[in-house]
């Protein structure tokens, strides 16, 4: 019988369990409360736990044939979980013809994020969700954001071509991988649904993303691709559909037209906002006639860069911050720096405590943690320079907002919700994001998390067919504001650099 390890927040147990046993049975046998609102069909994805050295793992359908340790999540996540899955929208399963090219046949779903990539591995007889991964993009050597990447494509005759390899190869190894973990035939996999930003899907398909960078700002393309994964030499059946998502426009990618399209938004949001705080800060304003978009040169501070203790939210880092002493971090273990949602919470803290000033004026280092308590031995501090990063980053996003109210002229209590995507949207506090004047105090309240919107749009689409006249009727609405010509931009971006204490 193999030996089950459950670590949680609360336990940490060893048990022996009858070989083959679902590990979703197991949990439940054991005590666990476990949100499984597709009823244990495999569907709805949100009864995952964290195998160590395997990733996360859909427990209603895995079977336990070998020790191993699971990682539970916290309370505090799976309600999170439990909301995501009210805002989604949900599908007829309906894959299209590509399914059946096999007798078994699977799919994936692929978010290329510019910093991760999350894969979806579904059986489309089902339409369950046999496993979710998310690893560091491979490109993130050549740049932490687009604009570098871009860069480096412009800069080499053959990067285009490079990092275009660095992404189909792990693709490749992704899709080999499930094949062999799953024991099935790579050519199985017959259906692949890639959403991205507007750079990503360009070197994707090896096509010059240079022109995304420079004004007019006029991207190759935006319309939705149908390619044979032969034409890309992926790893599965050479026949098998390869679909990449439409976009709006350079900035506005589709990875943020499908998180739009994936909300289900209560019948009570008339008006609401859609922001997702990643690599880049992209918004969308949603009226029952438009969705006014853009994207603000936010920059990457909100996810470490440019912070000098600054990390991604991975473990080791502090993502509350209440005080000397009183901070949560991720995972069981020292921390090793701070991520976005730490950062909001401290500069809130200080900025409330006087310590910062109203233009940003902190008279010396901050210690969040000393050296004794950190895991590098070194002490983890905020610097003056770092607050300049919040406010430079905090005023691009709130320029946008401001900008998308002004073009739907409503003001920010006309919005009735607010959509906070991505993996960081989970975590910030929204009183603390209003305190920084990150977004409007109006929206605390109705702030909510939507999860990786982008990845579930992907989802959504190879699922179901039906999910293309959804994204036709979002984009049918959808309006690009470009900022960096915006005539209000400007004086916008200087009154929102200061912090309103
Ligand atoms: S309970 Fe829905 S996927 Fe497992």
């Not at 702030?447 to 990845?455: C, D, L, Q, V």
């Not at 699922?463 to 915006?486: Q, Y």
């Amino acid at each position: 019988m193999p030996r089950l390890k459950i670590l949680s927040k609360e336990v940490s147990l060893t048990e022996k369990v009858p070989r083959g046993a679902m590990l979703l049975d197991i949990l439940r046998t054991a005590g666990h409360e476990m949100y499984t609102p597709c009823g244990g069909q495999g569907t709805c994805g949100k009864c995952r736990v964290y195998v160590r050295d395997r990733g996360y793992v859909t427990s209603c359908l895995f079977p336990v044939m070998e020790d191993m340790e699971i990682v539970l999540p916290e309370p505090s996540e799976a309600s999170i979980m439990a909301e995501q899955y009210a805002h989604t929208r949900q599908l007829p399963a309906d894959p299209g013809p590509s399914a059946r090219l096999s007798a078994h046949p699977y799919g994936v779903a692929v978010d290329l994020g510019t910093t991760s990539l999350v894969f979806h591995f579904v059986n489309l007889m089902t339409g369950a969700l046999v496993e979710t991964r998310a690893i560091l993009n491979p490109q993130a050597k050549y740049g932490a954001d687009v604009i570098s990447r871009i860069n480096y494509c412009v800069l080499n005759p053959q990067g285009a071509r490079i990092l275009q390899q660095e992404i189909i190869n792990t693709v490749n190894a992704e899709l080999l991988r499930f094949a062999g973990n799953a024991g099935t035939g790579k050519t199985d996999v017959v259906r692949i649904c890639f959403t991205g930003n507007t750079t990503m899907l360009h070197i994707l398909l090896g096509v010059d993303p240079g022109p995304i960078a420079y004004v007019p700002f006029t991207p190759a393309f935006t319309e939705e691709k149908i390619l044979r994964a032969a034409d890309l030499d992926l790893e599965c059946h050479p026949g098998g559909e390869v679909k990449i998502l439409p976009s709006l426009s350079a900035y506005i990618g589709s990875d943020i037209v499908a998180g739009i399209a994936s909300l289900k938004p209560s019948t009570a949001h008339k008006n609401y906002l859609f922001l997702d705080l990643g690599t880049n800060g992209e918004m969308a304003l949603c009226t029952p006639d438009r969705i006014y978009c853009c994207s603000s040169a936010a920059g990457p501070a909100f996810e470490g860069a440019n912070i000098e203790h600054g990390m991604g939210a991975a473990e080791g880092a502090i993502m509350s911050y209440d005080g000397p002493g009183r901070f949560r971090i991720i995972g069981d273990t020292r921390p090793t720096g701070i991520c976005g949602s730490g950062l909001i919470d401290l500069v809130a803290w200080l900025l409330a405590g006087g310590r910062i000033s109203g233009d940003g004026y902190m008279a010396g280092d901050f210690i969040i943690a000393t050296a004794a308590e950190s895991a590098t031995g070194q002490a983890i501090c905020l610097t003056p320079k770092d607050v300049r990063e919040v406010q430079l980053a905090k005023s691009a996003v709130a320029s946008g907002i401001n900008i998308l109210l002004s073009h739907a002229g409503l003001s920010a209590d006309q919005i009735d919700a607010l959509y906070l995507a991505g993996g960081f949207g989970n975590y910030i506090r929204p009183a603390n994001a209003a305190s920084i004047g990150l977004i409007p105090r109006e929206l605390c309240a109705r702030a909510m998390p939507a999860g990786n919107t982008s990845g579930t749009g992907a989802l959504l689409s190879l699922r179901s067919v039906s999910f293309d006249g959804i994204l036709e009727e979002i984009l049918s609405r959808m309006k690009n504001l470009e900022l960096s010509d915006h005539p209000d931009f400007v004086m916008q971006f200087a009154m929102n650099m200061e912090f309103h204490t």
